[in-house]
């Protein structure tokens, strides 16, 4: 990708199912999703500290995470979101 900035959700997406998906499936979604979970604690305990470049790192470790568990199980996050929030003005917001 020429700009990272220009990163949309679904090229990262196939960033990580083009370097990853085969090794991914051979772990499965069991043990996928319990890393996800693992960055999430990571993601949380980061939340709490002062270290900004520790935040970013995390909250990436989740989205790549998060990326490669929807690989897996055949899910477009692309597609996902917009049908969620994006049709008819999306989900209400939690009060």
């Not at 998906?21 to 043990?31: A, C, I, N, S, V």
């Not at 305990?45 to 990436?60: G, H, P, Q, R």
Request: glycine share 6%; aromatic share 10%.
């Amino acid at each position: 990708m020429e700009n990272p900035h220009d990163l949309t959700i679904a090229a990262f997406q196939k960033y990580v199912r083009d370097r990853y998906y085969e090794t991914d499936l051979k772990r499965g979604t069991p043990k996928t999703f319990m890393w996800l979970m693992e960055e999430i604690g990571e993601l949380s305990t980061a939340l709490m500290s002062e270290d900004k470049d520790n935040l970013e790192e995390e909250f990436a470790d989740v989205v790549a995470w998060l990326c490669t568990l929807a690989n897996i199980n055949g899910v477009d996050l692309s597609e996902a979101l917009a049908t969620k929030y994006l049709k008819d003005g999306g989900p209400a917001g939690v009060k």
